[in-house]
């Protein structure tokens, strides 16, 4: 698909046409993963973070937000509901956290790996390969990290570097896949500044970076943050930050890399509460990571408000594999690894 094509479905508006990228979207998600929709189990386990992304509410700028890492028995404790509940994957997500000591989590990975079936998926930020390499041999199978726009400049504006260490997010994907990790990553949908051209431009990358996983979530806005305030006038080039346009990046991943994991994520449910995981899982999305972060630590993850979801986990277990069932599909077994590995040769669309 040309950069114009994808332009082209990210202004549509038309009901009918829109209904022929859900359905392209939709087809290319059973013929490529099937119908199983994987469950990754997500545990936040730590809020602390040393960046001041913009968007962010857990940027360390936001002094407000009292600070919590869970130990590593809390962590394992987690391991331990998920594999009763018949995951087969655990995400082990947190803030950027340099005071994380690099072989606790080796430690808390070499556990999780060694006494359950779980596969590891780690999304700490951006570490340098030697950390990486560390994790890896204790046992992590794949790693998120979102390059959330492919623009260097506005990146660099909403995601100012550490002082003294310039980052680049595709660095560390090269490194992560040296390393041989399943890569994720995805794009932030309509953060003030993306515009449809730079949008169409992400969905060329998460081609090109021939991912395994693509996570992109519609931005929220924080009020605690720099841009959770009000922007005046958009420019008429402003991509909406709204359910339709994550649907359209959803269906327009799935169509430029048909085997990857794509999940439907926490924000587009949070956006459309009554519909979104439903929506998403016909429009391309092939994964749901329910949160299993103890309850008095959740309201503390607040990327973005509305997030927190405080229903206990067995119910909430419950609810979402009926509203799987509900649609024909069914919840997968195992780990749920990446078709790519053997797929991606093989471009359907
Ligand atoms: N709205 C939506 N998503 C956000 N993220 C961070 N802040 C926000 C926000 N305000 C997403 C980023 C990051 C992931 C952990 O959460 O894309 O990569």
């Given amino acids: 698909m040309r950069r114009d094509e994808i332009v082209g479905w990210l202004r549509e508006t038309d009901r009918g046409k829109l209904g022929e990228l859900w359905w392209r979207a939709d ?12 469950l990754r ?18 940027r ?9 890492r869970m130990t590593h028995d809390e962590i394992l404790a987690c391991a331990r509901m998920a594999q009763e509940l018949g995951y087969g994957t655990l995400v082990l997500q947190s803030g950027e956290d340099p005071t994380m000591d690099p072989e606790w989590l080796a430690g808390v990975v070499r556990q999780i790996t060694t006494t359950t079936p779980l596969a590891v998926t780690l999304s700490l930020g951006e570490w340098g390969a030697d950390v990486l390499g560390l994790w890896r041999e204790a046992g992590a ?3 998120l990290l979102r390059f959330e726009t492919a623009d260097e400049e506005l990146f660099q504006r909403i995601h100012p570097p550490m002082p ?4 680049s997010r595709f660095e560390v994907l090269r490194s992560l896949r040296e390393l041989g990790y399943e ?24 081609r090109e970076l021939e991912l395994d996983m693509i996570g992109s979530g519609p931005f929220i806005p924080h009020p605690d943050t720099p841009l959770g305030g009000s922007h005046g006038d958009a420019a008429p080039d402003q991509v909406p930050a709204d359910d339709l346009m994550t649907y359209k990046v959803l269906a327009l991943a799935r169509i430029v890399r048909p085997y990857a ?9 949070t956006l459309d509460k009554a519909s979104g995981y439903e ?24 990327v973005y408000p509305g997030k927190t979801g405080t229903a206990p986990k067995d119910t909430y277990y419950d609810d979402i594999k009926a509203r799987i069932e509900a649609l024909g599909r069914t919840v997968g077994v195992g780990p749920g690894s990446s078709a790519c590995r053997t797929g991606a040769a093989a471009h359907p669309a």
């Fill in 27 to 38: 087809a290319l998600r059973r013929r490529c993963v099937g119908d199983a929709v994987h």
């Fill in 41 to 58: 189990g997500l545990v936040e386990l730590s809020n602390k973070c040393a960046r001041q992304c913009g968007y962010c509410g857990l």
């Fill in 60 to 68: 360390a700028g936001n002094a407000a937000l009292p600070r919590y």
């Fill in 141 to 143: 199978d794949r790693y």
């Fill in 164 to 167: 003294g260490r310039p980052s």
């Fill in 183 to 206: 890569v994720g990553s995805g794009i932030l949908i309509g953060f003030p500044g993306q515009s449809y051209d730079e949008l169409a431009r992400c969905i060329e990358v998460l």
């Fill in 261 to 269: 994991n794509i999940p439907a994520t926490t924000a587009l449910a």
């Fill in 279 to 302: 929506r998403g899982l016909q429009r391309g999305a092939n994964v749901i990571m329910p949160n299993l972060t103890p309850v008095r630590y959740r309201t503390l993850y607040e």
